[in-house]
């Protein structure tokens, strides 16, 4: 009889934990992305707090200078880098509609290029021979259109929340000084809740943190660089907007499939038609021999052998990490894969080898 009470009281017990941890989750779900974020923050300098220990003899010293680290030198060139990026944005919207209203159709610049040309009349001919007509010029206005429309509305909902944007950098730095003041204490209350044996939790916990570290520290300095020298690229080749697509190679560079060759491909061509061949053939070469050779020298200098995740699984995980978590998903979507690996490791070596 004892033990059905026991059963009954651990079922009741059961209901009542995941109910109020539901609710603690919608308690802090408006400020999730923000939690997250510091916490990926606070990990990748993580190291630097831990120096300042042994030097300063006081967690509470370390823990504040850690954050103004963290303010000095992420936060505030993210908001100087927003500022720009919005007013090039809003400064670039015209252009592209006062472009492709009035300007030559997509057509005209197709047949600039002799192999483009030869595609494109190809292209026709199959499309008539299955009686299909597009206008291109027509599909190229509705994208830019879009992608424009797109842009404009992300610069005015960051000017309309600037208040939240305020309020969302308060609470992060609150929330990173209280991570590397306590973080060792939670680190240990959140290894405790795991039920699992004591070698399999600090396998779990130490690859997936020195993953995280690996992977988002080397991709974040591989975009840096690839941002900074796509900008030197565009600037010098005479690129108007040379800011936002800089910024846009940014982005980029966090896709494992393409990266960065994804705008400054497109660009080189561009500037093949409209700065003449020598412009676009010097730019070609900056883009293959360095902007893409970084790629090649930072991650595997930063990421190594700490994953082993196809770049494929990465490609679609990061779509769908931008689809669900937006800009925050980039560095979310490979944590996730990597916890998942780690997981079925765990899962083989447990049970795959009982068979």
Request: overall charge neutral; hydrophobic content about 55%.
């Amino acid at each position: 009889m004892g033990s059905n009470y026991g059963q009954i009281g651990n079922i009741f017990f059961f209901i009542f934990l995941s109910f109020f941890l539901f609710l603690g989750y919608l308690l802090f779900l408006p400020f999730l992305k923000v939690i997250i974020l510091s916490i990926l923050i606070t990990i990748i300098f993580y190291p630097v707090k831990k120096k300042l220990d042994h030097k300063l003899k006081s967690t509470l010293l370390s823990s504040l200078i850690s954050t103004a680290i963290v303010f000095m030198f992420i936060i505030v060139p993210s908001i100087v880098l927003i500022a720009f990026f919005t007013n090039q944005v809003i400064s670039l919207y015209p252009v592209i509609i006062q472009a492709v209203s009035e300007g030559h159709t997509i057509e005209y610049y197709i047949n600039q290029i002799p192999i483009l040309s030869s595609i494109h009349k190809i292209f026709l001919q199959s499309l008539q021979t299955l009686h299909i007509e597009i206008d291109l010029n027509t599909v190229l206005r509705n994208i830019l259109s879009n992608i424009a429309n797109f842009l404009i509305e992300q610069g005015k909902s960051l000017f309309i929340n600037i208040t939240f944007l305020i309020i969302g950098i308060g609470i992060m730095l609150v929330t990173i000084f209280f991570l590397f003041k306590d973080g060792e204490s939670l680190y240990d209350r959140v290894l405790k809740l795991i039920p699992l044996p004591e070698k399999d939790k600090n396998f779990l916990l130490s690859k997936t943190y020195t993953a995280i570290q690996g992977v988002v520290l080397g991709s974040v300095l591989t975009a840096i660089a690839q941002g900074i020298l796509s900008f030197i690229g565009y600037f010098t080749a005479g690129l108007e907007f040379s800011l936002f697509w800089a910024f846009i190679t940014f982005i980029a560079a966090f896709l494992p499939i393409g990266g960065a060759s994804l705008v400054w491909i497109p660009i080189a061509i561009y500037l093949f038609i409209s700065k003449g061949f020598l412009t676009g053939f010097l730019f070609a070469l900056w883009g293959t021999f360095v902007i893409s050779l970084v790629d090649n020298i930072i991650k595997p200098v930063v990421i190594g052998d700490k994953t082993n995740i196809h770049p494929v699984i990465l490609f679609f995980a990061i779509l769908g990490g931008l689809n669900l978590f937006g800009f925050i998903g980039i560095f979310l979507a490979p944590i996730v894969i990597v916890l998942i690996d780690n997981m079925l490791y765990l899962y083989a070596e447990r049970f795959s080898s009982q068979d």
